[in-house]
């Protein structure tokens, strides 16, 4: 009776342990390949034959299609530098250049990869649409309600990802640091 | 005391396997994958255009809206595929995705170097089939082994900007992919 009350015992801490572990590896995204510049972080293998299990059971889970390493490469950021929660009702600033590519896009989603609803349809920018100062840089502002410049509005959802992804670039799985790549800044700049 | 504690360290041991195991199980079992969610809507060896991703209804996670995309569905079963892409003005990328989802093979029409973009898709197997002679009358055919039997090709076109988008989903309807005859 002992053993059987201490097999099932094993077999509840094994399922729950196990699955555990797995659901947290498959949502939270695991640092295997992955580069971290600032607030972005890229897994440049994902779209490649190299892919690691993890992110070919979170690709099958979620059923996205990951950019193809001969396309581009996709950067995500759902913190700002200082790591906070990127937060919808707050307004936060993209600011700086972007690593050499032919072009780029950037785009607002939800947790779950759907694009954020929102009065003006507008739910990214793109390198050739986008305003820009004197010297080349620019400064996107994500905030719930309407900003003159570079306006990207967040709906007043409270978490999103921001995706930044590049095009034809010679950003990979080579890249190491900022100096091979130089992410925009992503900073909170209040909540109204 | 210890006899539990045992037990607990036995639970974890196993809990581990459980891990690497579901892990490594899951895409096989995974129903809500991008093949099988395209599978509903796009016929095989045909190319079909991709809705727009709207917030209420995008057929994939993360997809990119600057881009119109069209898919083609390919089972290799019965022989080789043939993709035909014009490229557009802007930009035009081809990526290839096995049954589970992996980005076996992508390029774009700058890497392709000309107007069209032309591939032919088959297994390893009906590579090994093409005799020699014909291999090197077609060298300038780009032809991509699939790892797969099925899978997934996504063509992309880029619309720098909203006014631009109706211009690139016509290039993208000028694509061709079946299966040769």
Same mark, same amino acid.
């Given at each position: 009776m002992r053993l059987l009350i201490g097999f099932l015992f094993a077999f509840a801490v094994a399922a729950a342990f196990g699955l555990g572990l797995t659901q947290?590896?498959?949502?939270?995204?695991?640092?295997?390949?992955?580069?971290?510049?600032?607030?972005?972080?890229?897994?440049?293998?994902?779209g490649t034959s190299d892919i690691d299990p993890y992110a070919r059971a979170a690709i099958a889970r979620s059923g996205e299609l990951p950019i193809g390493s001969g396309d581009g490469v996709a950067f995500f950021a759902s913190s700002d530098d200082a790591g906070r929660a990127l937060d919808g009702r707050c307004m936060v600033t993209i600011a700086g250049t972007t690593p050499a590519a032919r072009?780029?896009?950037?785009?607002?989603?939800?947790?779950?990869?759907?694009?954020?609803?929102?009065?003006?349809?507008?739910?990214?920018?793109?390198?050739?649409?986008?305003?820009?100062?004197?010297?080349g840089t620019f400064e996107i502002l994500v905030a719930p309600r309407a900003r003159p410049g570079n306006w990207l509005p967040t709906?007043?959802?409270?978490?999103?990802?921001?995706?930044?992804?590049?095009?034809?670039?010679?950003?990979?799985?080579?890249?190491?640091?900022?100096?091979?790549?130089?992410?925009?800044?992503?900073?909170?700049a209040g909540c109204t | 005391m210890i006899r539990w504690l045992l037990?607990?360290? $036995?639970? &974890?041991? =196993?809990?581990?396997? !459980?891990?690497? *195991?579901?892990?490594?199980?899951?895409?096989?079992?995974?129903t809500q994958d991008a093949y099988t969610r395209l599978s509903a809507t796009s016929p095989a060896n045909n190319i079909m255009p991709l809705p727009a991703p709207t917030p209420d209804d995008a057929v994939l996670p993360f997809m990119d809206p600057a881009?119109?995309?069209?898919?083609?569905?390919?089972?290799?079963?019965? $022989?080789? &595929?043939? =993709?035909?892409?014009? !490229?557009?003005? *802007?930009y035009t990328s081809v990526s290839f995705y096995a049954r589970s989802g992996i980005a076996f093979y992508a390029i774009n029409d700058r890497a392709a170097g000309r107007r069209i973009i032309e591939l032919d898709l088959m297994t390893p197997e009906q590579r090994a089939q093409i005799p020699d002679d014909e291999e090197i009358t077609a060298a300038d055919r780009l032809i991509v082994e699939s790892p797969t039997p099925t899978? =997934?090709?996504?063509?992309?076109?880029?619309?720098?900007?909203?006014?631009?988008?109706?211009?690139?989903?016509r290039a993208l309807a000028a694509a061709q992919c079946g299966t040769q005859s």
């Open positions: 947290f590896a498959l949502t939270r995204g695991t640092a295997f390949g992955a580069i971290t510049i600032g607030a972005w972080t890229a897994w440049p293998k994902t072009f780029w896009t950037i785009t607002l989603y939800d947790l779950d990869g759907r694009l954020i609803p929102n009065a003006a349809d507008r739910y990214g920018f793109t390198s050739q649409e986008i305003a820009r100062r004197a010297d709906g007043g959802i409270d978490r999103y990802v921001v995706v930044l992804r590049l095009y034809d670039t010679p950003v990979g799985v080579a890249t190491r640091t900022a100096k091979d790549a130089p992410m925009p800044a992503v900073a909170a | 037990w607990l360290l $036995g639970g &974890l041991l =196993l809990g581990g396997i !459980v891990h690497l *195991a579901t892990v490594l199980l899951l895409p096989r079992t995974a881009f119109a995309t069209a898919v083609c569905r390919y089972d290799l079963a019965a $022989g080789p &595929l043939k =993709l035909r892409v014009p !490229v557009s003005q *802007a899978g =997934l090709i996504l063509v992309r076109t880029f619309g720098p900007e909203p006014g631009l988008m109706p211009m690139a989903r």
